[in-house]
């Protein structure tokens, strides 16, 4: 089974710094991407960061320039550097891959369980 899970969430001043990882673990096969969403109370999930195979970034604008997603491959882990962090920041935020299986033409996609980042003012 594969298994995602998320640490580094918290409570932060705004301007302050966070750095979440995710860590991936069983038979992932092939990854075609990792990523990170988010879902603050009463709005639908978000994305915020995606990493494609290749190397290839895309950020959501509203965190354009102030968080970076990077990999290490060899201990399996995505992990997501948040600064300049506002209050609207604030949500639980969700770990995801996108696997390709040998002998299967659909993709499948995983999530973590999330972990809570709480920016005050």
């Known amino acids: 089974q594969v298994q995602l899970v998320e640490s580094g969430g918290g409570l932060v001043l705004a301007g302050g710094s966070l750095r979440l990882s995710c860590v991936v673990s069983g038979s992932t096969f092939s990854i075609n991407a990792m990523g990170w969403y988010r879902q603050a109370p009463g709005k639908q999930r978000e994305l915020v960061a995606i990493n494609v195979s290749g190397g290839t970034t895309n950020y959501a604008d509203s965190v354009k320039g102030r968080s970076t997603i990077s990999r290490d491959n060899a201990k399996n882990t995505v992990y997501l550097q948040m600064n300049s962090l506002k209050p609207e920041d604030t949500a639980v935020y969700f770990c995801?891959?996108?696997?390709?299986?040998?002998?299967?033409?659909?993709?499948?996609?995983?999530w973590g369980q999330g972990t809570q980042v709480t920016v005050s003012s």
């Open positions: 995801n891959i996108e696997i390709s299986k040998p002998g299967r033409a659909e993709r499948f996609v995983y």
